[in-house]
């Protein structure tokens, strides 16, 4: 099992920058999925970036341009670097890992090409607070 603990989260004016971390410990998987969730209060968790175990990225087109993810060299530690927040970005921010395949239907899938959706990734955090303030 794979322990995530998120860090970064404040509060901050409409067009300032946070950076969120994920620190990751226990079992971590050789090929992976790393994402990064948002969840505004009555609404639906929704998935915000993810990273692979090469590099590669992808990203909700609501933050496109905005937001960047990354990992250090180690690969236990994932970042989200928010830049230009909207108060429509308050929301609690989670981390959460998956491994690099997603079975369904039968066939196996590299989990970060999936849409990001919170049921395929098995490990969560606990969460960090983003609040923007017009």
């Known amino acids: 099992q794979v322990q995530l603990v998120e860090s970064g989260g404040g509060s901050v004016q409409a067009g300032g920058s946070l950076r969120l971390s994920c620190a990751a410990s226990?079992?971590?998987?050789?090929?992976?999925?790393m994402g990064w969730f948002r969840q505004a209060p009555g609404k639906e968790r929704e998935g915000v970036a993810a990273?692979?175990?090469?590099?590669?990225?992808r990203y909700a087109d609501s933050v496109k341009g905005r937001f960047t993810i990354s990992q250090d060299n180690a690969r236990d530690t994932v970042f989200l670097q928010m830049n230009d927040l909207h108060p429509g970005d308050t929301a609690m921010y989670y981390c959460?890992?998956?491994?690099?395949?997603?079975?369904?239907?039968?066939?196996?899938?590299?989990?970060?090409?999936?849409?990001?959706?919170?049921?395929?990734?098995?490990?969560w955090g606990q969460g960090t607070q983003v609040t923007v303030s017009a």
């Open positions: 959460a890992a998956g491994a690099g395949r997603y079975s369904s239907g039968g066939r196996l899938y590299p989990t970060c090409s999936l849409p990001l959706d919170a049921e395929i990734f098995g490990s």
């Open positions: 226990g079992y971590i998987y050789s090929s992976y999925c």
């Open positions: 990273i692979d175990d090469n590099g590669s990225t």
